[in-house]
């Protein structure tokens, strides 16, 4: 049985995707083949693993049942960890999913074959409220959501708890891009930790230029700077995710 992450938010640019590939990329170096779904039309995680951001027949084949999934995983530079990449036919992933029979199941659907392949699957979801991230709240057990410690980030949390139903997914909100000289930022931190107690974790990741220039090494931090604070603080983070588990 696959364990299936999504890092997501309403809100964009708030740490999604350097979240779903260093935190993959941690998971697969710990021995556990893992798999990551870029789910954003833009990308960003394909990129970041140098892989061709191409599915043959689009997502709407995919979506539909007709494609071979086993066929369109690459793999990355990483033992033990494959991506199947994003497309930009992805953009149109909710009419896809719209026209289709039980459209909320879809994505759960695609993952099904692969369970017995992976131990983490992660969902690298692009920031929106719609079928598709209805589509992934099914589709996973865990949503990894990055919040920046900045003054509407408690009804940002309000509002996802909101989408989600009884029987969605666990919710692990993590702090990100947290800058530990703003009095702002420790504010927000410890009121949101006082209203959520279980959902919030205790490690967060700090501001830091290190993330930043995963755009330029397109490698995970752990590859090029892994004694920084940020790499530290994602190795963290991933002890943290799993002794919740
Ligand atoms: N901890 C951090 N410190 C500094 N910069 C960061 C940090 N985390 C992410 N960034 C930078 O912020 C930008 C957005 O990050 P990222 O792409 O991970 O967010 P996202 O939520 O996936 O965005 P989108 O909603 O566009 O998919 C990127 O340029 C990234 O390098
Ligand atoms: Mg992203």
Known sequence: MSTVFATYNVKGGVGKTSAAVN??????????????????????????FRVKPKVKGGGKALVRGR???????????????????????????????????????????????????YEYTFLDCPPSVSLVSESVFEAADVLLVPIIPATLSSRTFDQIEQLLSDEGPR?????????????????VMRQLRDEQPAAVLETAIPAAADVERMGAQRRPIAD????????????????????RL
Not at 23 to 48: C, E, F, H, N, V
Not at 90 to 112: F, I, Q, S, W
Not at 171 to 187: I, P
Request: charged share 25%; hydrophobic share 45%; net charge neutral.
């Open 23 to 48: 935190l993959a990329r941690l998971a697969a170096s710990g021995g556990a083949p893992t798999l990551l779904w870029d789910l954003d039309p833009q990308g960003a995680s394909t990129y970041l």
């Open 67 to 117: 494609s071979d999934v086993d066929a369109l995983i690459k793999g990355t530079d990483h033992e033990g960890l494959d991506l199947l990449p994003a497309d930009f036919s992805y953009r149109h992933m909710d009419l896809a999913l719209d026209g289709a029979k039980k459209p909320t199941a879809r994505l759960a659907r695609v993952l099904e074959p692969l369970a017995g392949e």
């Open 171 to 187: 919710v692990m909100a993590f702090f990100s891009m947290v800058d530990r000289r703003k009095r702002l930022h420790r504010e």
């Open 224 to 243: 090029f700077a892994p004694r920084s604070a940020a790499a530290r603080a994602y190795g963290a983070l991933w002890q943290e995710i799993r002794t």
